[in-house]
């Protein structure tokens, strides 16, 4: 009764053309804003920032960073972890090389810095689509992964082969090293996670959107009515790259605070990610940020359920992880191909109804 | 052949202007198959011009060559006066060419706005950055050129179906959708590819009237491939007919009924 857009009239096509064109949906969307701003970090401590908040905030860009290239353009990449891995290795080499720019700005250019080696690892695209595409970015997982660990001017010529974010500060907060507070790290990384799904979304609804799921679903058509392919898939991959760098730039600097990369950005991680936009729902802003916290909230509910509650070994939990995850790409694949996105979808259309079928 | 400079107005009050494309000579090969050989015709500005032909006349290759996706061996052709150099499709779809496909080539993941709003590609350059930010020309530019696509959504009366996704939707309003984003482009040509393929004699009768209306309303240049030739000579003001690849009448549709190769090639001809 209450969800609904009945009697809410759009007057201009600016209104039509809003994120959230039902009422309802809207106050949500303020509300959820509010909670996340001005109420999660007076009660946040550092458990939950660790164990949850950061990583969701950050695997959320990730996923919307993939879910650009994936979900809307159509280009399969399996090699998140090494683009995330650019990011964090530009963003150690900008904090030590420069340390009097602040933290925020190394972020942003670590971000422009992984648009950058995504378009040229993109460029096979133009040729091969597919699997064919997926090899391709598989090489530039592995490769990427070798040249952090065998380059030393990298890892600034470290002993251990690892990098480890120096301390800095925003407004005279501390946000990286090991003396952060839960809070500040939270609000950090929140901003970064805001501003990319802001833009995320301005750029899928607009013409570079329109381009990109063009190409994805029918490239030659795309072509023929004028989509240039070659800028539809650099800018797709730019983009892509942009926000996967970022979340890169923030898995090391702020969440970690030591790589060593084979561990930290292995392939591993690129799968991850792309189960996150799976089960979350290809094509979605909503479907990025959902495949996120379910994927990273289900390790943390199994250990509390079989661990704490009823008692079973750690490594058993551990396992189970892993066939529960398998089990569920599975599900969804077979069942739900556009993921937690698409059952939200179709809840939010019986809300529309309710309390009436039809 | 010389370009038509003089314009003419038809029987039914349309004005027909000068030449606009040009086809000199065209040949294409694929390997050692002639698809189409040494074909020339015109298209001049408002007028409908049919190209009909047997199965694997050639036609849609014709088509194809007009488009920029196959660049001819032999031949050239002439647009606005100019000779064409070869270019990629998207730069001939720049150029204010566009074109629907026999079998429907939709954006199906997309919302129908979504499919026609594309068609304007060429109306809206904004920047990416600009985009991201959704301020400034990106914005202006979306509702401008919203206005202009619910103008022909209106014409084509698929304004209940707007937000639907194209991937469900029938096949009858599939293929209208498609002119609808071929029509976004404003085109000066629109290449028509058997736009009444599989369609019921009511559905034939509501696409030749979005055709004519199309004409009519916007002047748009169109160039259709077509086999029902009730259809073709009725709406039609001039025809090619093509067998085998090559060029065997031009004309009115009147001339060409009474071509003696037109009806030999679609009525057989006697051996003896």
Avoid at chain 1, 198 to 222: E, P, Q, S, V, Y
Avoid at chain 2, 66 to 80: D, L, M, N
Avoid at chain 2, 123 to 142: P, T
Avoid at chain 2, 201 to 212: A, C, G, N, P, Q
Wanted: one cysteine or more; proline letters at 4%.
């Amino acid at each position: 009764m209450l969800y609904r857009e009945a009697g809410d009239f759009k007057t201009t096509y600016a209104k039509d053309n809003q994120t959230f064109p039902i009422k309802f949906d809207r106050m949500g969307y303020y509300t959820a804003l509010v909670v996340a701003f001005l109420v999660i970090p007076f009660v946040i401590n550092d458990y939950w920032a660790n164990a949850i908040l950061l990583p969701f905030l950050i695997y959320a860009i990730a996923a919307l960073g993939l879910n650009i290239l994936v979900g809307y353009c159509g280009q399969v990449s399996l090699g998140t972890g090494g683009f995330m891995a650019v990011g964090a290795y530009a963003c150690y080499k900008l904090m030590t090389s420069m340390p009097e720019v602040n933290i925020f700005f190394h972020i942003i250019i670590s971000g422009g810095i992984t648009a950058f080696v995504c378009v040229l690892f993109g460029l096979p695209s133009l040729r091969i689509k597919g699997f064919y595409l997926a090899v391709a970015t598989l090489a530039a997982q592995f490769f990427l992964v070798w040249l952090f660990n065998r380059v030393p001017w990298f890892y600034n010529y470290s002993a251990s082969g690892q990098i480890n974010a120096p301390e800095r500060t925003v407004f005279g907060i501390e946000i990286t090293g090991p003396n952060t507070e839960a809070w500040a790290t939270y609000l950090f990384c929140l901003v970064f996670l805001v501003a990319s799904a802001l833009i995320a979304r301005n750029l899928t609804r607009g013409m570079a959107g329109r381009k990109w799921m063009a190409i994805r679903d029918m490239d030659i058509a795309a072509e023929i009515i004028g989509v240039n392919p070659l800028k539809a898939k650099m800018t797709a991959f730019a983009a892509s790259g942009f926000f996967v760098g970022i979340s890169g730039a923030l898995f090391f600097s702020v969440y970690l605070g030591a790589v060593e990369v084979g561990e930290a950005f292995g392939i591993n991680k690129s799968f991850l990610v792309l189960f996150m936009i799976i089960i979350g729902g290809l094509g979605s802003i909503f479907g990025s940020f959902a495949g996120a916290a379910f994927l990273v909230l289900l390790p943390v509910v199994l250990k509390i359920v079989g661990v704490d509650w009823l008692g079973w070994p750690t490594d058993m939990v551990a396992h189970l992880q892993l066939v529960i995850v398998g089990g569920l790409i599975i599900l969804f694949l077979i069942l739900e191909p556009h993921g937690l996105a698409q059952l939200w979808r179709v809840t939010k259309q019986k809300l529309r109804l309710w309390p009436f079928p039809h | 052949m010389n370009a038509q400079a003089e314009s003419y107005v038809t029987d039914d009050g349309r004005t027909i202007g000068p030449t606009v494309m040009e086809m000199k000579n065209i040949t294409l090969r694929f390997g050692g198959v002639k698809a189409i050989t040494d074909i020339s015709f015109d298209i001049r500005e408002g007028e409908i011009r049919a190209i009909i032909g047997p199965n694997g006349a050639g036609k849609s290759s014709m088509l194809n060559v007009i488009s920029g996706f196959y660049v001819p061996q032999e031949g050239e052709v002439w647009y606005k006066g100019k000779k064409r150099p070869p270019m990629k499709p998207y730069q001939v779809a720049q150029q204010g060419i566009a074109r629907t496909f026999q079998n429907i080539a939709l954006f199906e993941g997309m919302t129908v706005l979504d499919n026609v709003m594309t068609g304007r590609i060429r109306q809206m350059q904004s920047g990416l950055f600009s985009q991201a930010l959704w301020k400034g020309k990106a914005e202006k530019e979306e509702v401008a050129n919203r206005e202009q696509v619910e103008k022909i959504i209106d014409f084509l009366e698929i304004q209940h179906i707007r937000k639907t996704p194209v991937g469900r939707l029938p096949y009858g309003l599939k293929k209208r959708v498609e002119l609808a984003r071929a029509l976004a482009a404003e085109p000066s040509i629109l290449l028509l590819d058997e736009p009444m393929a599989g369609m019921n004699v009511e559905e034939k009768e509501d696409m030749s009237r979005f055709i004519l209306d199309v004409n009519d309303e916007f002047g748009t240049t169109i160039a259709l491939i077509e086999h029902d030739m009730g259809v073709v000579m009725d709406l039609s003001d001039r025809v090619v007919v093509m067998d085998y690849g090559k060029k065997i009448g031009d004309g009115t549709p009147d001339e060409v009924r009474n071509n003696q190769d037109v009806i030999d090639a679609y009525l057989g001809v006697a051996h003896d």
